[in-house]
């Protein structure tokens, strides 16, 4: 039961990464309100080059760490939501302050799909690491005794990516792995599926915590 448990747990992950929505910001589109002249128009224009910087600056300030994006889009969202007008602003003011905002939501949904590369990509990788680990072991000690499981900790939405395709990528390298001693295959279905699938848990885990950290039940 805790197999399939685990299995069900993989499997919404890759459905629910189909809910992932990209955004096409169109912030170099000037409005219509700032058309009506020259100047209002070049102070939108500027207003997006500068948001746009704002957030590659305060990317790189974070060593562009796909980790934090998720936290780092809300402290840059209402960074820019939190801009106020001065009273009775000109046109050309409202053109700027619309252009800021703009074009640092513009930059920082370009964010999301760059990450969303990096963090799949590094779980492919990942998976395909811990799925040669467990059939060189396999293979060579003709399998391994199961071990404790892993809990799952809470994680943000690159290391679920991470998690989650490494999950995918194990799953399919495992089956079809061969090395010069013999074939991983019969080492991922039963008697040896458990542990398999124990492997996976624990080798992708994003944020593993070891059984000896819970605390106790206490008895009914």
């Known amino acids: 039961m805790k197999t399939i448990s685990r299995l069900f747990s993989v499997l919404v992950g890759v459905i629910g990464l189909t809910a992932i929505i990209s955004h096409t910001a ?8 700032c058309q009506v002249d020259a100047r209002s128009q070049q102070q939108y224009l500027s207003g997006v080059s500068f948001g746009q910087l704002v957030v590659d600056q305060a990317w790189n300030t974070i060593n562009q760490d796909c980790g934090q994006l998720e936290s780092f889009s809300s402290i840059l969202e209402n960074s820019f939501n939190a801009l106020t ?27 999301w799909p760059v990450c969303t590369n990096l963090c799949t990509t590094d779980g492919l990788d990942i998976g395909k690491l811990i799925g040669k680990l467990y059939c060189d072991l396999s293979i060579a000690l003709g399998g391994l005794e199961p071990a ?44 040896h599926y458990e542990t398999w699938d124990q492997f996976r848990n624990n080798g992708c885990a994003e944020n593993p915590i070891p059984p000896s950290m819970l605390e106790p039940e206490e008895d009914q």
């Open 26 to 33: 169109l912030a170099q589109d000037v409005p219509a309100s």
């Open 85 to 111: 007008l001065p009273p009775d602003a000109s046109r050309a003011v409202q053109c700027r302050h619309a252009g800021m905002i703009n074009g640092g939501i513009d930059a920082l949904d370009n964010l």
């Open 148 to 191: 404790d499981d892993f809990i799952r900790g809470p994680v943000m939405w690159c290391q679920f990516l991470g998690q989650t395709f490494c999950d995918v990528s194990y799953m399919s390298f495992t089956p079809t792995y061969e090395s010069p001693v013999g074939a991983c295959r019969p080492y991922t279905v039963e008697p």
